[in-house]
């Protein structure tokens, strides 16, 4: 089989010095000041698939695709794209490829939206009639039309957005690459740039995404296969219904109870509970716990807990495990920080 | 093949086409950028016309403030453009593009080119008009041979500047300013450049703009007491071998520092 | 007693001001790094002194000893104060707005963009003198200048130099605060107003050799009185014939009158730009090409 995408034993370290301080997470840094931002990556991505990175910051996944686009060479193991070797041969990679990242800022604030695409089509060597039909359309899909001929530096982070990733797609490449394309989006925008992107990978049995992301629900709904990378290793690489399953804890309960005004919550003692999370309602004058269990058993010691304690469960569910618990499973620390980050 | 040449030729385009797009849709360029290299001619001409000197010196100044303008490109808009526009977040978009990165360089000294001779012929125009400078032409064939080739070596000047300020920092900005006064001092923007000595003179023709003024003023004034450094053929000749060996070394910069970049990582690598 | 300061609202009225005078002179005085020093403060001044000494060598073959050669030294010495003062406060909002997107967290903070674009320019001034005094200096040692600074004349000498100061800031600030109205292209706006206030205060020539409108225009600004009270108490004489008929102290008030009224005119322009750069959201806005 000829792979999209194939790593063999990648390993990229990064010399130290004063630029660590720009990421706000030291990943493994070894005793010389070296950070290790990937260490024995293999991953293989089929033509025709929709590709997820998932992962806290400062795991990899840009180095990866920084990598993968030619920008940055290996230390050591080996890349190939559509079978090409990138640190050998990357003219011929180039030809294959495109990127947009998020919150990116790229193009000449003095160019209209379409003047912008049509320039970087041009790097390409897409023509000028065929650079204006693909723009059109998108253009048309993401809702960008009536901006078509707006100077760049007067258009809102979203709508910068969306011509960044028409900017990505116009040249039609085999394989792209997509770091964070959704952040800083709206709800309604962060949908329409998804339909998008999982519609152009559906199109063409060959197209090819790799796409990273802090939103697991956004991974587990548009991707085919995610990986799981934590400080530049590959911790899981399987389809989101197979990750759930395998890595998911199976015993997630939704328990409802009045308001709980003591701190911490009613089963912070209880050893079957693996974690908790607690949300008040005070308004409503309820409390909600979402609890992990050690097992299906557990929930019989939960309830009895509760009414030792004389707090009524006013409802009790059983929950599916979503990705994101995979995720904390996996990787064992929250993205909750991470994804305040912001950026 | 063809169709690698095909795109470097839309490449080449596409970058030219932001400067002069883009410096014609803000129209204070064209003031300002007029204006204040005039500036410096008239300070500089009414020195000499305070100091009674002969009047070839104010075309010389004239002269000098149309090719100030092309030096000015060179070092804001040629040599610190590739470290601005990696923090912008374009150098990454050219980089992973499948053209060459002289194509993208050639696209803007094409553009930029194209907007500062414009910018340049207004400088000499209103100049030589407020000053009646008077000219004497000898070969107007050598007079186009002379510039272009100037030109030639000078934008390849810029692009080698340029690649070697891609990966350091905000120094670009500041080693671009010093390449200002010392530059006009020893390339003999005001006064013939042989006034230093002809022993500072070669050595500053290391810089093409150097000869290239020289060898330019022997041809507008070529009656008069230009004090020419070296006979014009021979200055055509040292350009041209300059041109030659700046854009080779353009080239060669580029591919190593390329290469440095993406072995330490700094090639995308943002100061802010 | 500490009660009524507290409950006074005048801690919280200095406040935003020193913040900003301390975040302008904290970036101004990068000047501190030797190569960013060398270059602003000793290498660019010092060539432009060269060229003029080149250019006066080739014309008149005089020594530069002669009168006439210190008179155009000393005035292009001094006028580095305008030209760094006044181009370097003009593009602090460039260099805010287009290299760190700055501006608009200065903007937000509630201080005041006076006070800050102020203490960038005090900053700048410190440094100009080290520029000025070396170039003094070179000029003394290579070039066989003498200054005769008399101890009576001190404090004159120090009237006219701070007076200048002032106007030169005040003129900085004033275009500072316009370029926020302004695209990239703006940025050569300052270099440009240095440049047309070169050719009207006789930094080098004299004044008089300038055609009539011209001419007028040079009386009125506080520049042309700043240089002709500075060659006056440095050299023993001045340059510009037709202010030969004014007294010290006739110079000195003219020179307080310029500066006033550049104070004033920065004043409003500054309130002005503040208010339509809100009005039109030029704050933050990015056109480079
Ligand atoms: N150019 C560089 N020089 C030095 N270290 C670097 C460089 N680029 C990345 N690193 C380091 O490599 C590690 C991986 O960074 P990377 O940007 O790939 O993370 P990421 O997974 O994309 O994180 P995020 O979710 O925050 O985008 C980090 O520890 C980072 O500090
Ligand atoms: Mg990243």
């Known amino acids: 089989m000829n792979w999209a995408i194939e790593t063999q034993n990648l390993r990229r370290v990064f010399r130290g010095g004063t630029v660590r301080r720009l990421w706000r997470r030291k990943s493994a840094q070894n005793g010389n000041g070296e950070t290790v931002a990937l260490d024995a990556v293999d991953l293989q991505v089929k033509p025709g698939e929709l590709f997820g990175l998932l992962g806290p910051n400062g795991a990899g996944k840009t180095t990866l695709l920084k990598i993968l686009s030619t920008l940055l060479l290996p230390t050591s193991g080996t890349a190939t794209v559509d079978g090409i070797d990138v640190a050998k041969d990357p003219e011929r990679v180039r030809k294959r490829i495109n990127m947009v990242s998020g919150g990116e800022h790229s193009g000449f604030g003095i160019l209209t939206v379409r003047e912008t695409i049509w320039m970087f089509a041009q790097f390409y060597g897409v023509p000028g009639r065929v650079v204006r039909e693909r723009a059109d359309r998108m253009m048309d899909i993401l809702g960008l039309t009536e901006f078509a001929e707006t100077k760049v530096s007067k258009l809102s982070t979203g709508t910068r957005q969306k011509m960044n990733i028409i900017r990505g797609f116009v040249s039609a490449p085999r394989i792209l690459y997509l770091d964070e394309p959704t952040l800083g989006l709206d709800v309604a925008v962060a949908r329409e740039v998804r339909s998008f992107v999982r519609a152009w990978v559906d199109e063409h049995p060959e197209r090819s995404i790799i796409l990273t992301t802090h939103y697991m629900a956004e991974a587990d709904s548009l991707c085919d296969r995610v990986a799981i990378i934590d400080r530049g290793r590959v911790r899981a690489c399987d389809t989101p219904a197979n990750l759930k399953r395998d890595w998911a804890p199976e015993c997630v309960y939704r328990i409802e109870i009045p308001l709980w005004t003591q701190g911490g919550h009613p089963l912070d003692d209880l050893d079957v509970v693996r974690s908790a999370d607690v949300e008040h309602h005070g308004d409503r004058g309820r409390t909600n716990l979402r609890v992990i269990l050690e097992n299906g058993d557990g929930i019989g010691a939960v309830t009895e807990r509760l009414s030792q304690r004389g707090v009524a469960a006013l409802s009790v569910s059983r929950l599916e495990p979503t990705l994101e618990d995979a995720f904390l499973n996996l990787v064992g620390h929250g993205l909750a920080a991470s994804e305040e980050k912001g950026r | 093949m063809k169709t690698d040449l095909n795109t470097n030729l839309r490449a080449i385009w596409g970058r030219a086409y932001v400067r002069v797009v883009g410096a014609n849709r803000e129209l204070s360029w064209l003031f300002f950028e007029v204006t204040l290299p005039l500036l410096a001619v008239f300070a500089f001409a009414l020195i000499y016309r305070g100091l009674h000197a002969p009047e070839q010196y104010i075309g010389f100044v004239v002269v000098s403030g149309a090719m100030v303008a092309f030096w000015q490109n060179i070092l804001w808009a040629m040599a610190a453009q590739f470290y601005w526009e990696k923090e912008m977040g374009n150098l990454e978009l050219y980089l992973i593009a499948p053209v060459s990165r002289m194509a993208i360089l050639l696209g803007m000294a094409v553009g930029g080119l194209f907007m500062t001779a414009i910018r340049a012929a207004a400088i000499l125009i209103i100049g030589s008009w407020i000053f009646g400078v008077h000219y004497d032409v000898g070969s107007w064939l050598m007079l186009l041979v002379v510039f272009w080739v100037t030109m030639g070596a000078l934008y390849g000047l810029g692009m080698l500047s340029s690649s070697l300020f891609m990966l350091y920092g905000r120094e670009a900005w500041h080693t671009a300013n010093l390449f200002q006064e010392p530059v006009y001092f020893i390339s003999g923007f005001y006064f013939p450049v042989r006034s230093l000595g002809s022993g500072v003179a070669m050595a500053a023709s290391l810089l093409p703009l150097t000869l290239g003024l020289d060898a330019i003023r022997q041809l507008l004034f070529s009656g008069g007491p230009v004090n020419p450094l070296l006979p014009v053929r021979t200055e055509l000749v040292l350009l041209v071998i300059a041109m030659v060996l700046f854009n080779w070394a353009a080239l060669k910069a580029l591919t190593y520092m390329e290469r440095l970049g993406k072995m330490t990582g700094r090639l995308t690598l943002k100061s802010q | ?289």
């Open chain 3, 1 to 289: 007693m500490s009660e009524a300061l507290e409950h006074s609202d005048a801690p919280s009225r200095l406040g935003p001001w020193l913040a900003a005078a301390r975040l302008g002179w904290a970036i101004e005085s990068n000047w501190a790094d030797p190569f960013v020093f060398m270059t602003y403060q000793i290498v660019r001044p010092l060539f432009g002194a060269l060229i003029l000494v080149v250019m006066f060598k080739i014309v008149t073959g005089q020594p530069t000893s002669s009168a006439v050669f210190g008179q155009m030294y000393v005035g292009n010495a001094f006028f580095i104060l305008v030209v760094q003062c006044v181009s370097c406060i003009g593009l602090v909002i460039f260099d805010d707005r287009e290299r760190y997107q700055m501006l608009r967290y200065i903007y937000l903070a509630p201080i005041g963009l006076g006070a800050y674009l102020a203490a960038r320019g005090m900053a700048r001034l410190a440094a100009t003198t080290v520029s000025i005094l070396f170039t003094l200096a070179v000029g003394a040692w290579l070039f066989g200048l003498r200054y005769h600074l008399s101890p009576a004349d001190l404090p004159y000498f120090s009237l006219i130099l701070i007076l200048g100061g002032i106007a030169t800031l005040a003129m900085g600030i004033m275009l500072g605060g316009s370029t926020m109205l302004m695209a990239q292209n703006g940025w050569s706006m300052p270099e440009g107003v240095s440049g047309v206030l070169y050719l009207f205060c006789g930094a080098v020539f004299s004044i008089d050799i300038l055609p009539w409108p011209f001419s007028a225009v040079a009386r009125l600004i506080p520049w042309t009185y700043w240089l002709e009270g500075i060659r006056r108490s440095l050299l023993g004489s001045g340059y510009v014939a037709s202010l030969a008929g004014l007294t010290n102290a006739q110079i000195l008030l003219r020179l307080g009158i310029g500066t006033a009224g550049t104070v004033a005119v920065a004043w409003l322009t500054l309130r002005f730009a503040e208010y339509r750069a809100v009005a039109t959201g030029k704050l933050d806005e990015k056109t480079d090409h």
